[in-house]
C-alpha cells in the first residue's frame, strides 16, 4: 500500500490528503489509520473494483463510469433539433451566479455532498471552483449553457481529449427538469466530441442515480467501468 498525496486536494481543505494505491484488498483499517498517522495524512481515498470488507466503518459509494463510441452514438440532425426556444451558448469567462448555482447543484449527488464528513459549503465551494476553472479553459475545452427564452435551463463542461473525451459537470434547472433539456446538450456534446477527432466520450455518475444513468443511455451511453469510492479518516468528523 502507498500514499500518494493530493496537492490540490489538501490545498483546498486545508490539511494533508492522499490517495491509496494498492493492488487488490487493503490491510485492515487499523493499519491503514496507523500508516496514515506516522504520515501526517487526515483523510485518504481509495478506489477499487471489489468492495473491502474491512472498511464497512468508512463512507463508501460506488460511481458508474459510462461510454457512448463516436461518432456511432451522433445521431443524425433530425434527432438534434432541440426545442424552438433551447439555445446553446459556449461561455467563457466568469461564471455568473445563477451558472454558479448550476455547477453547485451538479454537486449535490457527488461523493463529496454524500459524505457527511464534509460540511455541505466544502462541497458548494468545489464545485464553484470546478466552474469557474471550467469557464477559464484550466480544465475544459467548452463550457456549454442551454437557455429557455432568457432563462437559463442547464450547462454542461467537457474535455476534449483524445482519444477519451470527458464530461465534468451536468446540470439543469430543477423547474425544468424533465423536458428533454439534459438530453439536448449531451447531444451537443457528443457531436462536438466527434467533430473534435475523440473516438469515445465518457462521464461519470453515482450508481444510485437512476434518472442521471437512464439520461446517459437515452443518449448512447453504455456502462464501462465502476468503482468502489472509500473516504478513510484518522478521526471521524465534520470539516
Known amino acids: 500500500m502507498e500514499l500518494q498525496p493530493l496537492t490540490w486536494d489538501s490545498q483546498f481543505l ?27 495524512i487526515r483523510l485518504a481515498c481509495f478506489a477499487g473494483h471489489t468492495l473491502q470488507p474491512g472498511m464497512a ?11 457512448a463510441a463516436l461518432p456511432d452514438a451522433c445521431p443524425a440532425d433530425s434527432d438534434t433539433v432541440a426545442q424552438p426556444a433551447l439555445r446553446f451558448f459556449d461561455t467563457y469567462g466568469t461564471a455568473d451566479a445563477d451558472l454558479t448555482l448550476l455547477a453547485r447543484q451538479a454537486g449535490w449527488g457527488s461523493r463529496f455532498r454524500l459524505d457527511h464528513g464534509f460540511a455541505p459549503e ?4 468545489m464545485y464553484r471552483i470546478w466552474l469557474q476553472r471550467s469557464c477559464f479553459r484550466e480544465i475544459a475545452d467548452q463550457v456549454l449553457i442551454a437557455k429557455l427564452g ?18 465534468g459537470l451536468v446540470s439543469v434547472t430543477p423547474q425544468l427538469q424533465g423536458h428533454g433539456i439534459g438530453r439536448q446538450l449531451l447531444l451537443q456534446v457528443l457531436r462536438a466530441a466527434s467533430l473534435a477527432g475523440c473516438t469515445e466520450l465518457a462521464v461519470v455518475t453515482q450508481v444510485q442515480n437512476l434518472a442521471a444513468v437512464r439520461l446517459y443511455q437515452s443518449a448512447g451511453f453504455r456502462p464501462f467501468e465502476m468503482l468502489h469510492w472509500y473516504h478513510i479518516r484518522v478521526q471521524e468528523q465534520s470539516v
Do not use: H, K, N
Request: hydrophobic content about 45%; some cysteine; aromatic content about 4%.
Open 122 to 125: 466544502v462541497c458548494d465551494e
Open 150 to 167: 432568457s432563462v437559463l435551463a442547464g450547462m454542461i463542461t467537457v474535455r476534449f481529449s483524445q482519444p477519451v473525451a470527458r464530461i
Open 57 to 67: 466503518a468508512c463512507f463508501v459509494v460506488t460511481q458508474l463510469e459510462l461510454r
Open 14 to 40: 486545508g490539511y494533508s490528503v492522499a490517495r491509496i494505491s494498492a493492488v487488490g484488498s487493503l490491510p485492515p483499517l487499523a493499519e491503514v489509520r496507523r500508516c496514515m498517522t506516522e504520515q501526517g
